[in-house]
């Protein structure tokens, strides 16, 4: 069931548990997500970058197989379509593509142009029925070739922002895109808890959700967090297991190099992702 993520985020926020984003690439990513959902009866939101969408020969290629999916496969918890880190640009392509949610990354930009750009958006959005995300300071790591440093947000600023009206709120509070390095510091709570006493009932959104500690995970719900990110981690997990199919032999025995047998222990390996993850979350059961 396609709506927006309002709703499952303002529950999440209520209900001290949070709502996993998982990025999409392809249609196993699309159906491993959503049969998961489904069988933990867990709200999800579909995850969209820019580069992804632009694979998948355009949003509204995405948006299309995401309904006919939704449809055939009788998905009955609520499930959001949403942009990740979108450009201005991209924001109205989504929206104009079908997509029920959409993230406008003005992190980059001095604030006063983030608030700007932001309001507009919040404006078009909400005149429509979808949610939209909104991010303050700066996500580590790479992401669609957008560069962050892992700057922390500045707490006046993400009220400013959140005062717009958005949804949600991606503040920057050390986390970092993709796999996080040894000498990594970790999640500054500290910032996190005066974002969250600025921000009130926003939910907040951790990026980056791959690699983090339970425990941490378990701590920026506490204070606040109802959506985090997983992309990386089921890349990994769908790697590790098409290499193990590969190195077993098992693409020469029979017909194993058809697609549909070579895929299968990948998306089956991101089911299994997924699954850790709402039950870490604690989304299982909340649809």
Not at 88 to 106: N, P, V
Not at 182 to 188: D, E, F, I, V
Not at 236 to 252: M, P, Q
Request: aromatic letters at 6%.
């Amino acid at each position: 069931m396609l709506v927006s993520a309002k709703d499952m985020l303002v529950k999440a926020k209520a209900g001290h548990y949070a709502v996993g984003q998982f990025n999409i690439n392809n249609l196993e990513w699309t159906k491993s997500v959503l049969q998961t959902a489904q069988e933990l009866n867990s709200p999800v939101i579909l995850g969209v970058s820019e580069g992804a969408g632009k694979y998948m020969t355009g949003f509204k290629t995405v948006a299309a197989m995401v309904r006919a999916m939704d449809e055939c496969l009788g998905i009955t918890v609520p499930v959001a379509l949403h942009l990740d880190h979108g450009t201005y640009d991209g924001c109205y392509g989504c929206i104009k593509a079908g997509f029920t949610s959409i993230m406008f990354d003005g992190s980059h930009y001095p604030i006063a142009e983030n608030i700007e750009k932001t309001r507009e958006l919040v404006a078009v959005a909400h005149g429509l029925g979808l949610s939209i995300e909104a991010e303050v300071g700066a996500i580590g790591g790479e992401e669609d070739g957008v560069i962050g440093m892992g700057e922390c947000a500045d707490p006046d600023e993400c009220k400013a922002i959140a005062d717009l009206g958005v949804d949600m709120l991606a503040a920057g509070i050390g986390n970092i895109h993709g796999q996080y390095p040894a000498n990594w510091a970790g999640l500054s709570f500290e910032t996190l808890d005066a974002v969250q006493k600025k921000t009130g009932i926003m939910p907040l959104v951790l990026h980056g959700g791959t690699g983090i500690p339970d425990d941490m995970i378990k701590k920026a719900i506490d204070l606040g967090v109802s959506k985090i990110n997983v992309n990386t981690e089921c890349q990994l997990s769908f790697a590790a297991a098409t290499r193990k199919y590969v190195e077993a032999g098992k693409d020469l025995e029979g017909k194993g190099f058809d697609p549909r047998k070579l895929l299968a222990p990948g998306a089956e390996a991101i089911k299994d992702t997924v699954k850790e993850k709402m039950e870490l979350f604690g989304s299982v059961g909340k649809a």
